[in-house]
């Protein structure tokens, strides 16, 4: 009787009365002391009005309802996918919407819900998922913007996939300790790509030696993710770099000199197929010829191998020394130890990637020295 009574009223009635009629519906509902038959009677009646031609009482209903934590939950599904304003109302204040709720509104809302979703304060990791896998690049930016969502690593890595090209996208990212090493390599690459675009650096550098600065720097900052990547973490960072097809001589005969042993025999693993035990045995203790085998079995040949093989017996002899400087002269004993020798272009531009690291080990000394030097004078 009440909802007939309710239905004829409404017929009549102005939408301003039917809004005041909604939001005190759905206040009385949330009554604890309602009676269950006028609980349901009123249940009806609210659905009823999710069909009001008036946005001004669908969106009274949903100010009754959105902040209550026993309020219907279909209800407020329906509202969630009315027009932006009544929508905006329940998904950035619904604590009845769950996971479920706010995966299925992301997979079929629009860019609006979307981003009203990315700022709802303790986003679950499966929308958070949901988000890096559909969301355009307005509401990625507002998730990422959103200290209390629990993004995992592998929806950071899906972001930096999908948006890695956009700079206020990568600057987010790289700020999270969580993003694995995999997806930090990624955005190094698009910071290189958005560079090698640049009309104002091709202006000023000649392409070809831009080009090569590019590739020492992507190079650089590879070795510097390695150095800080877990050992469990270090094989699909490898594994990365091989399908991108960047584990070349020049990174391997980088990370050598620059000591990320963890890394390069990570690469070696990787790269022979072998195990990680009998790898790390080879480069640890095996005698020249063992050595040679491994690095054959990845690829390397002719006079660069002899190249590797001088590096590790000399990085051997550094990790005996207790000098730290022995660690840190490698790249120079290996310039000293293949001076005057001719050989292929490969080995040429293998051992021009070795200058180049040894000159940057004594300008980073000469840095050091400096800064010494202000700190007594100070």
Avoid at 72 to 85: C, V
Avoid at 180 to 205: F, N, Q, W
Avoid at 221 to 246: D, F, K, W, Y
Wanted: net charge negative; with cysteine; aromatic share 4%.
């Amino acid at each position: 009787m009440i909802v007939q009574a309710f239905l004829r009223w409404s017929e009549k009635a102005g939408s301003g009365e039917r809004a005041k009629a909604a939001n005190a519906l759905g206040r009385a509902y949330l009554q604890a002391d309602m009676a269950r038959e006028n609980r349901d009677a009123a249940y009806m009646a609210m659905t009823y009005l999710l069909d009001d031609p008036s946005p001004r009482v669908r969106l009274a209903l949903a100010e009754a309802l959105a902040d209550a934590h026993d309020a219907p939950r279909a209800i407020l599904f329906s509202l969630a996918e009315d027009q932006p304003e009544i929508a905006c109302t329940v998904i950035a204040r619904s604590p009845v919407l769950g996971e479920a709720d706010l995966v299925d509104l992301a997979g079929r809302g629009e860019s609006l819900t979307r981003s009203l979703i990315a700022a709802r304060p303790g986003l679950p990791r499966g929308v958070c998922a949901a988000l890096a896998e559909v969301g355009d690049l307005p509401e990625t930016l507002i998730l990422l913007e959103n200290d209390d969502a629990f993004i995992t690593p592998f929806s950071l890595r899906r972001i930096a996939e999908r948006h890695g090209s956009d700079a206020d996208i990568r600057d987010l990212l790289l700020r999270r300790e969580a993003l694995p090493a995999d997806a930090r390599h990624l955005l190094v690459g698009r910071i290189s790509e958005a560079l090698a675009g640049s009309g104002l650096v091709h202006a000023m550098i000649a392409r070809n030696r831009a080009d090569s600065l590019f590739r020492e720097a992507e190079d650089s900052a590879t070795i510097l993710i390695a150095a800080g990547v877990s050992s469990p973490e270090l094989p699909a960072l490898v594994e990365h770099l091989r399908q991108r097809l960047e584990l070349t001589p020049a990174l391997l005969i980088h990370a050598v000199c620059s000591g990320r042993l963890e890394f390069f025999t990570a690469a070696m693993v990787n790269l022979s197929g072998l195990d990680d035990r009998k790898v790390r045995a080879i480069l640890a203790t095996g005698r020249p010829h063992a050595l040679k085998a491994l690095f054959q079995s990845i690829g390397l040949s002719g006079d660069v191998v002899d190249v590797f093989i001088a590096a590790t017996l000399m990085w051997r002899r550094a990790a005996r020394s207790q000098l730290s400087e022995a660690a840190a002269s490698v790249s120079a004993e290996l310039l000293a130890h293949f001076r005057g020798v001719s050989g292929s272009e490969t080995l040429f531009e293998l051992l021009h990637a070795v200058r180049k690291l040894a000159i940057a080990e004594e300008r980073q000394k000469a840095r050091y020295y400096a800064e010494a030097l202000s700190v007594e004078a100070a």
